[in-house]
């Protein structure tokens, strides 16, 4: 049962990536992209990794791919003419492809009793979720605090570039505006007939 | 793990789970179709209006008409629309929303400690979250499918926001997590039993700790109507400035799947509530150990549904009343709030709870 699921599942995967690289039309890429980050949060799912897999759902489907999505409707690039070319570099994807082929099967033949029988995905735990954390911050808390420096600096980064002072903007103070009362802003006047103010 | 297949029986398990979900889907069905017409009751009766009040007694079969107009009406495809995916996105709505009732415990099982849900799963918490901020595609999709100005507007509109409320949402489900220590959602409404005051919207046994938690809960039902699309945060629909946005081209059934969806999600936004900060399916007065073992277990079942939805309509009902009453945001205030006010203090509140339950340990 666990392995028809994994076959159905697995050839979603590969199927859906096959058609990001094959769809003319680029927003369909980025569905489809979508639809590959599903099914592999279902593949961690099967092995019993549901944390890794919803994390997977929540980050990448709900939040990184919107906005992958969000910058392909709105930059208005011709994506065909962009491809035009791309049919000289079979080389190196083919060189790309051979060299993370041979890493794989070097890590499988390399770890051995690795199966899908024997795979544990909460050693020394009840739950996937309670052996992640009991490592992250004890363990790997050097690495952990490095991948959020990263993001930061990534982060810092964008800020950094896409900041414009535009010094004739009109801003909306909300404390100023809120604090507002009715003395500061009318001012109630007794004009004199034919006189005005 | 322990569910409500086991405590019922194991033989026929695969039979159970699909007549529980048609039951859900039944009742969850049947009940759109009311709070549908609660929803423009209320709505009405803000306005000092009648409502819909001519089919059936009190109006009560509005909703059933609606959905008979819908059905027979014709499909409409814009011209220039890409059809696959202006089909798909209402469909996409619908079974999501759908699909998020699966995790979400109703009542307490009839063996002690059990709970009637479809599937109880160890991260539930992460999944309603998951589920529903898949809810953006829906909207996106149709939105860039219409091919036409307005609904993309919407759709852009609506993106950003639901992805800039969830933020906020994702913090304060965490200071939930942080005084439960598990993310099942069972054992996050078995937390708060005993009564109104263990209740995590105002947990009294952590005694300073209200004074974080009811603002919590408040974020959290704001940030829902922003995730929702609620007024005064429906802006992707705002029909002063965008007609009706994503929904603009759209009739007919798919329109009725996009707006079940939508009711769906209002509907399974106050469940979330009810179970992370309510107390789930608990009564306000326990009624102690001794009492409840003379008890029918069918009884305490029936007894904690009935809290259960009580809670549900209860926030439905302020869901409906806030659309009656207040104004709606203008995109700036509205992004404000969510960065600047909801970020940093639901993040404050992480910190908070993170500390208080490091140096005091939670009493539950």
Not at chain 1, 183 to 190: F, G, H, P, S, V
Not at chain 2, 261 to 277: D, H, P, S
Not at chain 2, 280 to 285: A, N
Not at chain 2, 345 to 362: D, E, K, N, P, Q
Request: glycine share 8%; hydrophobic share 60%; charged share 10%.
């Amino acid at each position: 049962m666990a392995l028809i699921a994994f076959g159905l599942i697995a050839a979603v995967v590969i199927l859906s990536a096959l058609f990001v690289i094959a769809a003319r039309n680029p927003v369909h890429s980025v569905l489809w992209l979508i639809l590959a980050f599903f099914s592999s949060a279902g593949l961690m799912v099967l092995i019993g990794a549901e944390f890794l897999a919803m994390l997977l759902i929540v980050v990448y489907v709900g939040a990184v791919a919107v906005l992958f999505l969000f910058v392909v409707m709105m930059l208005d690039v011709d994506f065909v003419e962009l491809k035009q070319g791309s049919l000289g570099y079979w080389p190196f994807a083919l060189l790309i492809g051979v060299i993370l082929i041979a890493e794989l099967a070097l890590v499988w033949s390399a770890s051995g009793s690795l199966t899908f029988d024997t795979f544990d995905p909460s050693p020394g735990a009840e739950t996937n979720t309670e052996a992640i954390g009991a490592v992250m911050y004890t363990q790997y808390l050097l690495l952990f605090q490095l991948a959020g420096l990263i993001l930061l600096v990534a982060m810092i980064g964008a800020i950094v570039l896409t900041l414009r002072h535009r010094p004739n903007v009109k801003r909306q103070n909300v404390s100023a505006q809120t604090g507002r009362r009715r003395a500061d802003a009318t001012e109630l006047k007794d004009p004199t007939p034919g006189q005005g103010i | 793990m322990s569910n409500a297949i086991e405590s019922l029986g194991s033989l026929w398990g695969p039979l159970l789970v699909l007549g529980q979900i048609g039951l859900f889907t039944l009742v969850l069905l049947l009940s759109i179709a009311f709070l549908l017409l609660l929803d423009r009751k209320i709505w009405a009766g803000v306005m000092m209006r009648k409502g819909p009040n001519v089919v059936g007694p009190f109006g009560l079969l509005q909703s059933f008409a609606d959905f008979g107009k819908f059905l027979l009406k014709e499909i409409v495809i814009p011209a220039g629309a890409n059809k696959f995916v202006f089909i798909f996105a209402p469909i996409l709505t619908c079974t999501l929303a759908f699909a998020a009732w699966a995790a979400i415990p109703v009542a307490p099982g009839l063996e002690g400690g059990t709970s009637w849900v479809i599937s109880d799963l160890n991260v539930g918490v992460l999944y309603l979250f998951a589920i529903s901020s898949l809810g953006v595609y829906g909207i996106i999709m149709g939105g860039w499918a219409s091919n036409s100005k307005y609904p993309f507007l919407g759709a852009l509109r609506s993106a950003a926001q639901m992805v800039s409320y969830e933020v906020s949402i994702g913090f304060v489900i965490i200071t939930v997590i942080l005084m439960v220590g598990s993310m099942n959602l069972s054992d996050i409404v078995n937390n708060q039993a005993g009564g109104l005051q263990n209740w995590h919207a105002f947990s009294f046994q952590n005694f300073p700790l209200i004074v974080v938690m009811f603002p919590m809960f408040v974020i959290f039902f704001i940030s829902a109507l922003a995730e929702t699309n609620r007024p005064p945060f429906d802006l992707p629909e705002a029909e002063s400035e965008l007609v009706a946005g994503y929904q603009v081209e759209y009739g007919s059934t798919p329109y009725l799947l996009f707006m079940l969806g939508e009711y769906l999600n209002i509907v399974l936004m106050c469940a979330m509530m009810t179970i992370l900060f309510l107390g789930g399916w608990h009564g306000p007065v326990a009624i102690g150990a001794n009492a409840a073992g003379s008890m029918p277990p069918l009884l305490l079942s029936l007894a904690g549904l009935f809290w259960f939805m009580l809670k549900i309509l209860f926030l439905f009902f302020l869901f409906a009343m806030v659309k009656a009453i207040v104004p709606r945001y203008r995109y700036d205030q509205l992004m404000r709030l969510g960065w600047k006010i909801f970020l940093p203090t639901s993040l404050a509140a992480v910190l908070v709870v993170a500390g208080y339950v490091t140096y005091f340990g939670v009493q539950s």
